[in-house]
């Protein structure tokens, strides 16, 4: 009797014991595959580096900025430097896609609701001539294809505006000079992501 029971206790410690060598060579076995998979995912990670106007830009986020002052035009009927009735001015947003390794999309959301009355947005266009589509009332929307990207290749993308001289408004337009000058603030937000082929669709009213 005391003979199977140590045999039935044997068998028990050796069952048991074949289970643990057992789960640690499945455990083990495990962790070698997801050592070699995170470290092919590593390696196999497309590099992003993305510079607007001097700051890093995370992909899929926004990055916000209030552009103050607007690069005037020459007007022989404004003093240098100066913005009034018949006046032009622009800034730009600049798009560096530094060290990257796959097709980009900007989106450029610009509120004008802070512009006085005549002041107004003319266009949205890219230094280079490439392709902005305005997919929203104020978002304008570019793609920068992976072919493109390398050797110092940026996208300068020029925001314009005008002052519209209404001789029935001078009054106005006096104390708008005045008080802003050169300064306009224009909230601007920019949203970067990979481009994966979707459609942009134009914005229609």
């Known amino acids: 009797m005391q003979k199977k029971k140590a045999i039935k206790l044997l068998l028990i410690m050796l069952t048991?014991?074949?289970?643990?060598?057992?789960?640690?060579?499945?455990?083990?076995?495990?962790?070698?595959?997801?050592?070699?998979?995170?470290?092919?995912?590593?390696?196999?990670?497309?590099?992003?580096?993305?510079i607007v106007n001097n700051t890093d830009?995370?992909?899929?986020?926004?990055?916000?900025?209030?552009?103050?002052?607007?690069?005037?035009?020459?007007?022989?009927?404004?003093?240098?430097?100066?913005?009034?009735?018949?006046?032009?001015?622009?800034?730009?947003?600049v798009i560096d896609p530094v060290d990257t390794e796959v097709s980009v999309r900007y989106d450029i959301a610009i509120d004008t609701s802070m512009l006085a009355s005549n002041i107004t947005l003319d266009s949205v266009i890219e230094a280079d001539g490439n392709i902005i589509t305005q997919t929203a009332a104020d978002t304008y929307t570019g793609v920068m294809p992976l072919y493109s990207i390398g050797n110092g290749y940026k996208n300068d993308i020029k925001i314009n505006f005008s002052w519209t001289n209404d001789e029935s408004n001078n009054a106005n337009d006096t104390a708008v000079g005045t008080t802003f000058g050169t300064k306009m603030q224009v909230p601007i937000t920019v949203k970067v992501s990979q481009y994966l082929g979707e459609a942009i669709t134009p914005y229609t009213l």
Request: charge should be negative; hydrophobic fraction near 45%.
């Open 16 to 50: 048991i014991v074949s289970l643990i060598i057992s789960a640690y060579n499945v455990l083990n076995s495990y962790a070698v595959f997801y050592s070699e998979i995170s470290g092919q995912t590593a390696e196999n990670l497309a590099k992003w580096n993305i």
């Open 57 to 93: 830009v995370v992909a899929g986020t926004s990055q916000s900025f209030t552009i103050e002052n607007l690069n005037i035009e020459q007007n022989p009927n404004v003093a240098a430097g100066k913005i009034a009735p018949g006046a032009a001015g622009s800034f730009d947003i």
